[in-house]
């Protein structure tokens, strides 16, 4: 079955450090890479997706590229700030499965402490 | 703009009572899903539809029961609470169409907790 597997945490940086959280993954068919955002107390948010190899997505600052051949979407930041801390989760949605399902990483959390 | 809208933010039950976990979405989303968040488990897809009177199991569905009368509300049934059961319960909804890359949008949370 498909599976994501994402960097354990805690991950503590100081502000303006740079940000890496490793993400790889199995999936049965061709599938679309998202990673969320989680802070605290609320719901998850998109942060960014790829939905084809080689495709880059990016927001806020935050980049990952959908590397077909090692299969991964190592999420990447240049420059943290404070107000990045929260729970980041890399996820697949496998359309050659048939559905629309979500599968999750178990989440990394983020502290960037100034 | 409210998106998708859970109801009660918290819940404490005693073992063996049951409850509804209310989830509503104002965006015509045809797909809707529960999800459980438990420490150091991700989350974990409970029951999902891909529209009104079509509902399916997910990866943990036992003790827990759906449906799907009108696009808008999708409720999260506890037949009998266990303590197993104390989680986070995120409702979620997206388009469908472009091949599982819609992204999905979620709501706030149920933080439940089982005595």
């Known amino acids: 079955g498909d599976s994501v597997t994402q960097m354990e945490g805690p991950v503590t940086l100081s502000e303006e450090a740079f940000l890496t959280i490793n993400c790889t993954y199995t999936a049965t068919g061709y599938p679309s890479l998202f990673w969320y955002v989680q802070y605290p107390g609320e719901g998850l948010q998109l942060l960014l997706k790829?939905?084809?190899?080689?495709d880059k997505g990016s927001n806020k600052g935050f980049e990952a590229t959908y590397r077909k051949e090692t299969t991964s979407f190592h999420l990447e930041k240049g420059s943290v700030q404070v107000s990045d801390s929260a729970v980041y989760f890399c996820a697949l949605s496998d359309s050659g499965a048939g559905s629309y399902q979500l599968t999750f990483g178990k989440g990394t959390k983020l502290s960037v402490i100034p | 703009n409210a998106g998708v809208t859970q109801t009660p933010k918290f819940q404490v039950l005693k073992t063996g009572q049951s409850m509804t976990l209310q989830c509503a979405q104002d965006m015509n989303h045809e797909y809707m899903s529960w999800y459980r968040q438990d420490p150091g488990m991700g989350l974990r897809l409970i029951h999902y539809?891909?529209?009104?009177?079509?509902?399916d199991q997910g990866e943990v569905p036992n003790g827990y029961n759906v449906s799907r009368s009108t696009t808008e509300d999708f409720p999260l049934r506890l037949l009998s609470a266990a303590p197993s059961q104390t989680s986070v319960y995120f409702c979620?909804?997206?388009?469908?169409?472009?091949?599982?890359?819609?992204?999905?949008?979620f709501g706030d949370g149920t933080r439940l907790s089982i005595l």
């Open positions: 790829a939905t084809k190899a080689d």
């Open positions: 539809s891909v529209g009104a009177g079509i509902t």
């Open positions: 979620a909804s997206s388009q469908l169409g472009g091949g599982g890359n819609q992204p999905q949008h």
